[in-house]
Protein backbone atom coordinates (compact mmCIF):
# COMPACT_ATOMS: atom_id res chain seq x y z
CA UNK A 1 0.00 0.00 0.00
CA UNK A 2 1.28 3.51 -1.09
CA UNK A 3 0.33 6.70 0.40
CA UNK A 4 1.25 10.15 -0.11
CA UNK A 5 0.34 13.53 0.90
CA UNK A 6 -0.18 16.92 -0.32
CA UNK A 7 -1.48 19.86 1.36
CA UNK A 8 -3.25 22.93 -0.75
CA UNK A 9 -4.88 26.31 0.08
CA UNK A 10 -7.00 29.02 -1.91
CA UNK A 11 -8.68 31.52 -0.16
CA UNK A 12 -9.02 35.25 0.21
CA UNK A 13 -6.02 38.12 1.46
CA UNK A 14 -7.04 41.63 2.87
CA UNK A 15 -4.69 44.89 2.56
CA UNK A 16 -4.68 48.09 1.68
CA UNK A 17 -6.22 49.59 -1.73
CA UNK A 18 -3.78 52.31 -3.32
CA UNK A 19 -5.03 55.59 -2.85
CA UNK A 20 -6.93 54.22 0.11
CA UNK A 21 -9.53 51.92 1.51
CA UNK A 22 -9.15 48.28 2.45
CA UNK A 23 -11.00 45.13 0.74
CA UNK A 24 -10.38 41.71 -0.27
CA UNK A 25 -9.52 39.81 -3.48
CA UNK A 26 -8.78 35.77 -4.46
CA UNK A 27 -5.57 34.37 -2.78
CA UNK A 28 -2.63 32.81 -4.86
CA UNK A 29 -3.44 28.86 -4.86
CA UNK A 30 -0.61 27.24 -3.09
CA UNK A 31 0.66 23.75 -2.88
CA UNK A 32 3.09 21.64 -0.69
CA UNK A 33 4.20 18.80 0.75
CA UNK A 34 3.21 19.84 4.11
CA UNK A 35 0.82 22.38 5.88
CA UNK A 36 3.94 23.96 8.15
CA UNK A 37 5.68 24.92 4.14
CA UNK A 38 2.53 25.80 2.74
CA UNK A 39 2.07 28.28 5.44
CA UNK A 40 5.84 29.38 5.14
CA UNK A 41 5.54 29.85 1.80
CA UNK A 42 2.25 31.78 2.26
CA UNK A 43 3.31 34.07 5.15
CA UNK A 44 6.44 34.77 3.18
CA UNK A 45 3.93 35.88 -0.24
CA UNK A 46 1.88 37.55 2.01
CA UNK A 47 4.79 39.83 3.73
CA UNK A 48 5.51 40.77 -0.33
CA UNK A 49 2.47 40.97 -1.66
CA UNK A 50 2.46 38.13 -3.82
CA UNK A 51 -0.04 36.04 -2.37
CA UNK A 52 -2.58 38.46 -4.21
CA UNK A 53 -4.19 36.72 -7.25
CA UNK A 54 -4.46 40.39 -9.56
CA UNK A 55 -6.07 42.97 -7.66
CA UNK A 56 -2.68 44.64 -6.89
CA UNK A 57 -2.68 46.08 -3.37
CA UNK A 58 -0.52 48.98 -1.54
CA UNK A 59 0.05 46.22 0.90
CA UNK A 60 -1.24 43.13 2.18
CA UNK A 61 -2.41 42.82 5.82
CA UNK A 62 -3.60 38.99 6.23
CA UNK A 63 -5.51 36.17 4.74
CA UNK A 64 -7.95 33.64 5.36
CA UNK A 65 -6.78 30.35 3.66
CA UNK A 66 -8.82 27.26 3.03
CA UNK A 67 -5.45 24.54 3.64
CA UNK A 68 -6.91 21.32 2.36
CA UNK A 69 -4.64 17.92 3.42
CA UNK A 70 -5.27 15.11 0.32
CA UNK A 71 -4.51 11.84 1.86
CA UNK A 72 -4.02 9.21 -0.88
CA UNK A 73 -3.35 5.76 -0.43
CA UNK A 74 -3.01 3.02 -3.41
CA UNK A 75 -4.31 -0.08 -2.33
CA UNK A 76 -4.06 -3.38 -5.19
CA UNK A 77 -3.96 -0.96 -7.88
CA UNK A 78 -6.75 1.14 -7.09
CA UNK A 79 -6.53 4.91 -5.66
CA UNK A 80 -8.31 6.35 -2.53
CA UNK A 81 -8.28 9.73 -1.66
CA UNK A 82 -9.54 11.66 1.52
CA UNK A 83 -9.95 15.58 1.28
CA UNK A 84 -9.93 17.08 5.27
CA UNK A 85 -10.25 20.94 4.91
CA UNK A 86 -9.54 23.46 7.62
CA UNK A 87 -9.52 27.67 7.82
CA UNK A 88 -6.52 29.09 8.65
CA UNK A 89 -5.92 32.97 9.34
CA UNK A 90 -2.57 34.58 8.76
CA UNK A 91 -0.60 37.97 9.01
CA UNK A 92 -1.75 40.79 11.24
CA UNK A 93 -6.07 40.91 11.30
CA UNK A 94 -8.36 42.07 13.76
CA UNK A 95 -11.00 40.28 14.81
CA UNK A 96 -13.62 42.74 13.20
CA UNK A 97 -11.61 41.60 9.59
CA UNK A 98 -11.65 38.07 10.21
CA UNK A 99 -15.20 38.29 10.22
CA UNK A 100 -15.24 40.14 7.69
CA UNK A 101 -13.00 37.48 5.54
CA UNK A 102 -15.20 35.03 7.27
CA UNK A 103 -18.23 36.72 5.74
CA UNK A 104 -16.29 37.19 2.07
CA UNK A 105 -15.44 33.76 1.95
CA UNK A 106 -18.66 32.23 2.71
CA UNK A 107 -18.10 31.15 6.49
Do not use: H, P
Not at 34 to 49: P, R, S, V
Not at 60 to 76: D, E
Not at 83 to 105: A, S
Request: aromatic share 10%; with cysteine.
Amino acid sequence: MKTTIRYVSEGIVYGNFWGGGKGSYAAEKLGAATKEILLKEANEMLKTGGLDSGMGYESLIGALLSITKITTKVIQGKSYTNKETELEFIGDLTEEEMEFLENCYGY
